[in-house]
């Protein structure tokens, strides 16, 4: 089966905080994706990460970075120095087919 | 380049009303994907094509859903007939191939009242 959990609900944090987003997925696939979306109040989908799941290199992006470690099946996402502006629901997503499985996504709110 | 266009933007409906939301991929890219975005069940596949051939559409709900891809740069999801239940926001998205990244147009919000 495949399942993605997002266990945070709700994070709420202050500007300038770090914060760190985690993602847990299962898969019986050795071959797959995994992504992060995030989806500002205006209600798009913004794509910001692909990693395949051979490549356990962890990726940095300005103030955004991600750890991917296949031993504990997870992908987490930090924000460093968090602005009101990243104040969004961010998706970890998997997909093995082509399919993409969401998690029930986390809720960041910045407060200034 | 143009993204994912998706139209209507909104759709408010009467129950047992036909709807039909469209999308235009991004040029170039052969896999579309249609999802839908419920706070009960979250965002959930409905069905994807690959190179306008549908081949996967076990999200589909039941009957009252079809969708077709006459072509490369358009698709259709139908709702025949509509019901209060089927209210949610309906995303297109479309990548080079079902393994590259997915981008999503902006999405139709449905209201069947």
């Known amino acids: 089966a495949q399942k993605v959990t997002q266990a945070q609900t709700e994070i709420s944090v202050v500007e300038k905080e770090d914060v760190t987003l985690d993602c847990v997925y299962e898969?019986?696939?050795?071959?797959?994706?995994l992504f992060w979306y995030k989806q500002p109040p205006s209600g798009e989908l913004v794509f910001l990460i692909r990693?395949?799941?051979?490549?356990?290199q962890n990726e940095i992006s300005g103030r955004y970075s991600w750890n991917f470690q296949k031993s504990t099946s997870s992908f987490n996402f930090t924000i460093t120095a968090s602005q009101v502006v990243d104040s969004a629901v961010y998706f970890c997503a998997l997909t093995p087919t082509g399919k993409l499985i969401f998690g029930q996504g986390t809720t960041l709110q910045v407060k200034p | 380049d143009a993204g994912v266009i998706q139209s209507p933007r909104h759709e408010v409906t009467e129950m047992g009303q036909e709807v039909t939301l469209r999308c235009k991929p991004i040029s170039g890219h052969n896999s579309l994907f249609w999802y839908r975005q419920t706070m009960m069940r979250g965002l959930e596949l409905l069905i994807y094509f690959n190179n306008n051939v549908p081949i996967d559409d076990s999200g589909m709900p039941e009957d009252r859903f079809s969708a077709k891809m006459p072509n490369a740069s358009f698709s259709t999801l139908k709702i025949q007939p509509s019901e209060p239940r089927d209210s949610a926001v309906y995303f297109c998205?479309?990548?080079?191939?079902?393994?590259?990244?997915?981008?999503f147009g902006p999405g139709t919000r449905l209201l069947v009242l």
């Open positions: 898969t019986r696939d050795t071959t797959y994706y």
């Open positions: 990693r395949n799941s051979f490549d356990e």
């Open positions: 998205a479309s990548g080079r191939n079902r393994w590259e990244t997915q981008y």
